[in-house]
Nanobody, 125 residues
C-alpha cells in the first residue's frame, strides 16, 4: 500500500523558513518516481510548486517560488523535502506531495499517481 505522509507545516512569520517532509512508503524513491509538491490556498485552485525527476537530475519550480524554495530527495530515508525560505503571506496554503511513476523529466503539471493528505503552512505576523 502506497502512502505519502507530509509533515513540517506550521505557523511562521514573513521572511521565515520551513522545511516540509514527505515520507514515502509502499515504493522506493530509488525506483522510477518523479516527486512533486503542490499547494492549495483557501478559495483557490491547487497549483504546482515544484517537481524533481526520479534521477534527481531535473528540478522545476513555479515562478513565484524560484530562488526561495528547494526540492530534494533523501533516498536513504525514502523522503522528499521542500525547503522554503523567505516565506510570504501568499505562500499560505495546504501543501501536498505527489508521485508519478516515470523516468521522464516531467513538468510540474503532470498526471500523478499518488497524493498525500497535506500539511498546513501559514505565513503571518
Amino acid at each position: 500500500q502506497v502512502q505519502l505522509v507530509e509533515s513540517g507545516g506550521g505557523l511562521v512569520q514573513p521572511g521565515g523558513s520551513l522545511t516540509l517532509s514527505c515520507k514515502v512508503s509502499g515504493f522506493s524513491l530509488d525506483d522510477y518516481y518523479a516527486m512533486a509538491w503542490f499547494r492549495q490556498a483557501p478559495g483557490k485552485e491547487r497549483e504546482g510548486v515544484s517537481v524533481i525527476s526520479s534521477d534527481g537530475a531535473s528540478t522545476k519550480y513555479e515562478d513565484s517560488v524560484k530562488g526561495r524554495f528547494t526540492i530534494s530527495i533523501d533516498n536513504a530515508k525514502n523522503t522528499v523535502y521542500l525547503q522554503m525560505n523567505d516565506l510570504k503571506p501568499e505562500d499560505t496554503a495546504v501543501y501536498f506531495c505527489a508521485a508519478a511513476y516515470t523516468i521522464a523529466h516531467i513538468p510540474i503539471d503532470w498526471e500523478y499517481d499518488y497524493w498525500g493528505q497535506g500539511t498546513q503552512v501559514t505565513v503571518s505576523s
